[in-house]
């Protein structure tokens, strides 16, 4: 079907790209979220699209779109919801990337009603999430997995260690030292951490750029080459 696309650097690949924030329930009609636009799990999903390969892409609440006959959409709202969604289709996976911005802790209870103004000072008690990326490197096999990272201090040396933590493959680490680096805004200047090289720094590009700059470096180090 994709007879086309067999010579493109990720013909034939199966990739999982995580994108947007998760949203966590406080009541029925409000909820703690994050800032994360989305763009750049989106600009990896069209990306590794027009690389040939086939993309399952899983969204928190977000305003981006994609059409594209080899991008399939989930949409979650929560950190759970988010990993049950990448578990039902882990396994198929060759490449995993986690450029969502996961809560790590959501309200240990969900209120049934609308919580009134009752008093004058009100507590919300949080529970951690599971880290998704951290299960799934428990269980990785041959897949690549791939995640993101935003430091504001020791960045290398914090990077370093989720890389280890998480059993990842590389950490995409954002470097905040440009004020037009990370959340809400069209460019990136990212540093690739692995295990094995020397951290590998970019200079200020799109968000199109990046995500081929990580998908060339993906493609260049898998394992599996069937
Ligand atoms: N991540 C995840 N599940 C979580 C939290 C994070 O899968 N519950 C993933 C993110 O998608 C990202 C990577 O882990 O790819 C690093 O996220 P980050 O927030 O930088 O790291 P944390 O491990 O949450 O540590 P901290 O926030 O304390 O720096
Ligand atoms: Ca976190």
């Known amino acids: 079907e994709n007879f086309f696309k067999k010579d493109l650097i990720l013909s034939g690949k199966k990739i999982l790209i995580s994108a947007g924030p998760t949203y966590e329930a406080i009541d029925p009609v409000r909820f703690i979220g994050n800032h994360s636009s989305g763009k750049m799990g989106f600009e990896l999903a069209k990306m590794a699209e027009k690389l040939g390969a086939e993309v399952t892409l899983v969204a928190g609440p977000t305003h981006q779109s994609v059409d594209g006959y080899n991008i399939k959409r989930m949409d979650v709202t929560s950190a759970l919801s988010m990993l049950e969604a990448i578990e039902s289709v882990y396994e198929a996976q060759d ?109 200020l590009k799109s968000k199109t750029e990046v995500a081929k700059d990580i998908l060339t470096f993906i493609a260049q180090n898998l394992k599996t080459n069937a």
């Open 95 to 203: 490449i995993v990337i986690m450029a969502a911005a996961v809560a790590d802790y959501r309200p240990a209870e969900i209120a049934d009603q609308k919580i009134k103004k009752n008093s004058d000072k009100m507590t919300i008690e949080m529970v951690k999430n599971p880290d998704i990326l951290k299960h799934l490197g428990t269980k990785k096999g041959n897949k690549m997995l791939v995640g993101f990272a935003l430091e504001t201090n020791d960045a290398i040396k914090h990077a370093k260690g989720k890389l280890e933590r998480k059993n990842a493959d590389l950490i995409v680490l954002n470097t905040l030292e440009d004020e037009d680096a990370g959340f809400g805004v069209e460019t990136n200047k990212v540093t690739f951490i692995t295990a094995d090289k020397e951290p590998l720094s970019f200079p």
